[in-house]
């Protein structure tokens, strides 16, 4: 399955609200919620917020990319947030985190599918240019669409 697949326009905030970890990782749990992704949300909070204990999520280059498994969650999705002032992630390189991209993985598919997700986001988004696109694009559509060019055999 490719990232665009996975990473619908109706899973993208592209002004999250929060003004801290907590505050946007419930804006991002209530998208996942809201859409059918998850069939327990507190159950997939509880997971979310365990692998988050295990060390940030925040990756820098003002990244995070919080991610759990959980049987709380019916199919393989991310939601995408963005927060341009940035918020505090306890980041590797002390960067506020301005684009998160949660990544929710049913439990039973977690292994492969869920490492698949996390290289291919890691890979594109060290581009510093990628990152400034991601958060210049004035709507979901273009959004979708780098999402998209950042697959294999597109350029």
Do not use: C, W, Y
């Given at each position: 399955m490719?990232?665009?697949d996975?990473?619908?326009?109706?899973?993208?905030?592209?002004?999250?609200?929060?003004?801290?970890?907590?505050?946007?990782?419930?804006e991002?749990?209530?998208?996942?919620?809201?859409?059918?992704?998850?069939?327990?949300?507190?159950?997939?909070?509880?997971?979310?917020y365990a692998?988050?204990?295990?060390?940030?999520?925040?990756?820098?280059?003002?990244?995070?990319?919080?991610h759990?498994?959980?049987?709380?969650?019916?199919?393989?999705?991310?939601?995408?947030?963005?927060?341009?002032?940035?918020?505090?992630w306890?980041?590797?390189?002390?960067?506020?985190a301005?684009?998160v991209?949660?990544i929710?993985?049913?439990?039973?598919?977690?292994?492969e599918?869920?490492l698949?997700?996390l290289?291919?986001?890691?890979?594109?988004?060290?581009?510093?240019?990628?990152?400034?696109?991601?958060?210049?694009?004035?709507?979901?559509?273009?959004?979708?669409a780098?999402?998209?060019?950042?697959e294999?055999g597109r350029?």
């Open positions: 490719k990232l665009s996975l990473l619908t326009e109706d899973l993208m905030v592209l002004e999250l609200n929060g003004s801290s970890r907590d505050e946007v990782m419930e991002l749990l209530d998208r996942l919620d809201k859409t059918g992704v998850l069939s327990d949300r507190d159950q997939f909070k509880r997971d979310l692998r988050e204990e295990h060390g940030s999520t925040g990756i820098g280059f003002g990244i995070a990319i919080p759990g498994k959980s049987a709380g969650v019916r199919e393989p999705r991310v939601v995408f947030g963005r927060k341009p002032s940035g918020v505090e306890d980041s590797m390189d002390g960067e506020p301005r684009l991209f949660m929710a993985v049913p439990e039973e598919q977690a292994g599918e869920h698949r997700i290289q291919a986001l890691s890979r594109r988004l060290i581009d510093d240019t990628f990152r400034q696109a991601l958060l210049e694009a004035e709507d979901r559509k273009k959004v979708k780098l999402i998209e060019s950042m294999p350029k």
